[in-house]
């Protein structure tokens, strides 16, 4: 299969007022890319924009191919104005629901897309086949341009702008002003099924979302399956996606769909506004003048996440195998941290105390190249960056204690990498630091899937909580939500050469 991407602005308008933004061929959210289980797909990037850009196909493992992966200065250069690549798209173990993306400073906001990866020919779904497919991709919305609110990110490190509103298929739906005309309305038949096909392509939002008397059964995540589980909400993190079937079960009206934010950091400002769609009944009758919308956890319901997250399981059916890894070679702890930079001499800082954001694991704030980093590997350019990323912190502190020394708030600046043997087995226990405050983490594994094998809170405990992991039936996934103030553990197998870890929350 053959594709054409012309990456170039074009004029959108949303709450009340318009303004030029990136999109693909045009369109925003961009279009669906569509393949079977097994199938290469080629994509011819045309940049027609102002900057730099790449596209990164997110969850898909690329194996041995990674020139096409994506991130910028990571595994490839990015494609400048004028200038042109055809990527490479691999479809090998996927099979459900992805996303692809930009992968060069903030253009991600708009230039987001869902790809859908069928069972191959002869195969079938492991839950009756739905009577429609419908990507539902959740998203945010800057009335300012976008690279303003990321320039002033830039000059004075402080927080983001929040955004002006949430959206559900690129619309902010009735509660915002303007609006309420372009809500995205889903037309059900009473009786069918429908595969929705969510994706969180929010910039660094955790998301809860529900229809309104109508439980969700979730049959896969990441594009790998699970055992069904029922429930009247979803939590998805940035850069997820949840495959839930909506059964049009109920009293033909017109029922809501809503996200909102889940946040439950102490300092961080948020987006508190709700998105909506509509799930409108074919028929006649009578409708609601005003459909009533469903009940959402509270917004920074931590125990409400993370049951969900921590209900999920893999299918592991005979045809659905997983293969966890149990003879565990390298184990790596790493913290994760929110940090701050003093401000330097004339320089305006609106981070705490006048300083600047930072993040960093295990103490390193991730210095981008100007050099692709896979490139200088293959080449054996010296100097773009060192392999000593440590598998330990370099200091071992209460991470999670509200009252953390302030000089422990200053990270290393490094372009380090860790550099794995082929086919070695790998657990990363990725631990949240209460540093600056502390926030939920979405973490991103490029090139692979892993086994979500343990979630905790609190300080990891090295010889107790092992022995609660599940290495049954865990979930797997591409990117894990390490809880606010605590701990995930993943396992996977380093068998696709070429791959990174992607720590940005970016990602």
């Avoid at 987006?271 to 609601?288: L, M, P």
């Avoid at 979930?475 to 068998?495: H, M, Y």
């Amino acid at each position: 299969m053959h594709a054409s991407a012309q990456v170039k602005e074009a004029s959108y308008t949303r709450l009340c007022s318009t303004k030029k933004i990136l999109t693909v061929n045009g369109q925003f959210p961009g279009p669906t890319i569509e393949g079977q289980y097994g199938e290469t797909v080629y994509v011819n990037v045309y940049n027609q924009g102002k900057q730099n850009i790449t596209i990164h196909w997110h969850g898909v493992q690329q194996p041995r191919f990674p020139w096409s992966d994506g991130p910028e200065y990571i595994t490839q250069c990015p494609i400048k104005p004028g200038g042109r690549f055809r990527q490479k798209i691999i479809f090998s173990t996927e099979e459900g629901t992805l996303w692809w993306h930009a992968h060069s400073d903030w253009s991600r906001a708009t230039v987001y897309g869902a790809m859908i990866i069928h069972p191959k020919v002869g195969s079938r779904y492991h839950f009756p086949k739905p009577d429609a497919d419908v990507p539902i991709i959740l998203g945010e919305w800057w009335k300012e341009d976008i690279t303003k609110v990321l320039q002033r990110l830039h000059d004075t490190g402080g927080d983001p702008n929040i955004s002006d509103a949430f959206t559900i298929n690129g619309q902010p739906g009735d509660l915002y002003p303007c609006s309420k005309q372009g809500t995205f309305k889903l037309t059900v038949e009473r009786g069918k099924t429908y595969l929705l096909r969510l994706i969180n392509a929010a910039m660094n939002t955790i998301l809860f979302f529900s229809i309104k008397k109508h439980n969700l059964t979730v049959v896969g995540v990441d594009a790998t399956y699970t055992k069904p589980l029922s429930s009247d909400y979803v939590v998805i993190a940035p850069g997820q996606t949840v495959d839930a079937l909506l059964s049009a079960n109920q009293v033909p009206d017109r029922y809501y769909m809503v996200a909102r934010v889940y946040s439950s950091g102490t300092n961080p400002r948020f987006d508190n506004t709700t998105t909506t769609a509509i799930v409108q009944y074919r028929g006649k009758y009578t409708s609601s003048s005003f459909p009533s919308l469903p009940s959402l956890p509270l917004y920074n319901d931590t125990n409400a996440a993370f049951s969900f997250l921590g209900s999920l399981r893999s299918l592991a059916d005979k045809y659905h195998p997983i293969d966890v890894p149990l003879d565990i070679r390298n184990r790596i702890l790493t913290t994760v941290s929110v940090n701050t930079f003093p401000c330097q001499h004339n320089e305006t800082c609106a981070g705490p105390n006048r300083t600047r954001f930072a993040a960093s694991m295990n103490n390193i704030s991730f210095v981008s190249p100007s050099t692709a980093l896979l490139q200088a590997y293959y080449q054996h350019t010296k100097g773009v960056y060192g392999d000593d990323f440590p598998d330990m912190p370099p200091f071992l502190f209460n991470f999670t204690d509200k009252f953390l020394p302030l000089d422990l708030q200053t990270p290393k600046q490094g372009t380090e990498v860790m550099v794995l043997e082929y086919n070695t087995t790998v657990e990363i226990v990725l631990q949240g630091t209460a540093l600056v405050g502390g926030i939920d983490h979405p973490i991103h594994l490029h090139g692979y899937n892993f086994y979500i094998v343990g979630y905790g809170f609190g300080n990891f405990d090295i010889y107790k909580d092992p022995l609660k992991y599940n290495l049954k039936d865990p979930p797997l996934r591409n990117t894990v939500s390490v809880p606010i103030n605590g701990w995930a553990t993943v396992r996977f197998k380093a068998d696709n050469p070429g791959k990174l870890l992607d720590h940005s929350p970016l990602s």
